[in-house]
């Protein structure tokens, strides 16, 4: 079993639409919960970041954690074609050579449709 | 500032051959990371750098080698490649792990590894 799971979509919506996308995980250890989003043949950039259960807003998109349940989603409002990427759940943990490293989800594939 | 670069963008190898990925990053951080990137599998980490002259494995480390000669570089080598490294390679490197919102990691473009 994957430490982070995370549906690979695709999903398609229609523009003006509310995304939802969301991630479980089994390890308590994870301390920092992140949304990358990563662009065609592009790298991951930083969307969201949050370090604690609740929800946290920027702009049109809203992050939430819910470490009881082990699940973070991200809630995209409004959605504009300019969405359309692939969003990646990050999960921070301790490394044991020092640092920390990020567990990340599988990604999923999103498309905004006009 | 450039950020995270990575040299080559694309590259073709035959079972057997030699390459290295050349990541390098102008930001002065600290930490430095390898991950792959392949379908169905997410990001995983292969090696990583804590700081100038160190080196760690990763979850995915076997086949590759890596090398920090100097604090904004971050060498990954493949001395004999297989399929099986056919991927994308990013590199990422952050500023103070476990600090937020220190620890963001930014990732390069990406190299594309084919191996026939």
């Known amino acids: 079993q994957k430490e982070v799971e995370q549906d690979p979509g695709p999903l398609s919506v229609p523009e003006g639409a509310i995304v939802s996308l969301n991630c479980t995980y089994s390890?308590?250890?994870?301390?920092?919960f992140m949304w990358y989003r990563q662009y065609s043949r592009k790298g991951p950039e930083l969307l969201m970041y949050?370090?604690?259960?609740g929800n946290k807003e920027d702009g049109r998109f809203t992050a939430q954690v819910d470490k009881s349940s082990k699940y973070i989603s991200l809630f995209i409002r409004d959605s504009q074609p300019s969405d359309s990427a692939t969003y990646l759940c990050?999960?921070?943990?301790?490394?044991?050579?020092?640092?920390?490293?990020?567990?990340f989800g599988t990604g999923t594939q999103l498309k905004v449709e006009l | 500032n450039a950020g995270v670069t990575q040299t080559p963008k694309f590259r073709v190898l035959k079972t057997g051959q030699s390459m290295t990925l050349l990541c390098a990053q102008d930001?002065?951080?600290?930490?430095m990371y390898w991950y792959r990137q392949d379908p169905g599998m997410g990001l995983r980490l292969i090696h990583y750098?804590?700081?100038?002259?160190?080196?760690a494995k990763g979850e995915v480390p076997d086949g590759y080698n890596v090398s920090r000669l100097k604090k904004q570089n971050f060498l990954l080598g493949l001395e004999s490649a297989a399929p099986s490294q056919t991927s994308v390679y990013f590199c990422?490197?952050?500023?103070?792990?476990?600090?937020?919102?220190?620890?963001?990691?930014?990732f390069g473009p990406g190299t594309r590894l084919t191996v026939t």
């Open positions: 990422a490197s952050t500023q103070d792990p476990g600090r937020p919102p220190r620890d963001e990691q930014y």
């Open positions: 390890n308590s250890a994870f301390q920092y």
């Open positions: 949050t370090y604690s259960s």
């Open positions: 990050a999960m921070s943990g301790a490394l044991t050579g020092g640092g920390n490293k990020l567990t």
């Open positions: 930001m002065n951080h600290e930490y």
């Open positions: 750098s804590v700081g100038e002259g160190t080196t």
